[in-house]
């Protein structure tokens, strides 16, 4: 098994040097706005370039900084863009690198996780895929040591991702983190008003979510499938897109942060709905 996964994308969605990489995820999070809110049990959050949707990934990771010592162990589901994956994939390494460092795979949940029939590896699907990679600066600055479990998929059906979430949740030493942006393209106007309708359907925990509204739309509904199972509640953090961040308004990527509660909490401490 090869020993790390380099840091493919560190030039491109982030800095390449670890001093600037620090310096611009200590900004991203400094601008955040710091709730009281509870320890979510799952986040959704973006995966572009920092500098298009860091901010409204930093709005969500805000909430787990607050808790930085109790987590210990981050399960990490993104969808595939380059790479044809039948099912969700692992990358049969033992770290991830990235210019903070190296993170290491949890080797307990790879065990688990390989007994599971539509569960395999493929490094291939991690070698160059970013919505995995873009998240992990922001949680090394977070949380510090963890221990990681990623999974690429693309052609696995919600269901399936809803029996790897049920069976890695749990505990307040865990974190299910998944990563998706939303509506690609479309004018900014028209991106709006695509963007509020999905953000509400994910809070409502549908399962129906499609790849034109979420390009993670298969981790989102696994996810929400879990959720109505476990009696957790989602809560909108924050919702923009690059037009509001770094882009011009003719097409827009869409950006939203959500977290999953144990309990739906009754504030709206912190949240941004744009």
Known sequence: ???????????????????VLALDVDGLMAAARVTTAPLPKAIIAPHAGYIYSGPVAASIYALIALARARIKRVVLHGPTHRVTVHGMALPGVNAFATPLGHVAIDGDNVKTLMAVPFVGVNAEAHRLEHSLGVQLP????????????????????????????????????KLIVVSSDLSHYLPYAEAQTTDRATAQAIVDLHSGIDHQQACGATPVAGLNVVARQRGLGAKLIDLRDSGDTAGDKARVAGYGSFAYYAQQPAAADGSRTH
């Open 138 to 173: 922001l949680l090394q600055t977070i949380l510090g040591g963890f221990m990681l479990t990623p999974l690429a998929l693309e052609r696995a059906r919600s269901q399936q991702v809803a029996e790897v979430i049920d069976r890695l949740l749990g505990g307040d030493k």
């Open 1 to 19: 098994m090869a020993s790390v996964r380099p840091a493919a994308i560190a030039g491109m969605f982030y800095a390449r040097d670890a001093r």
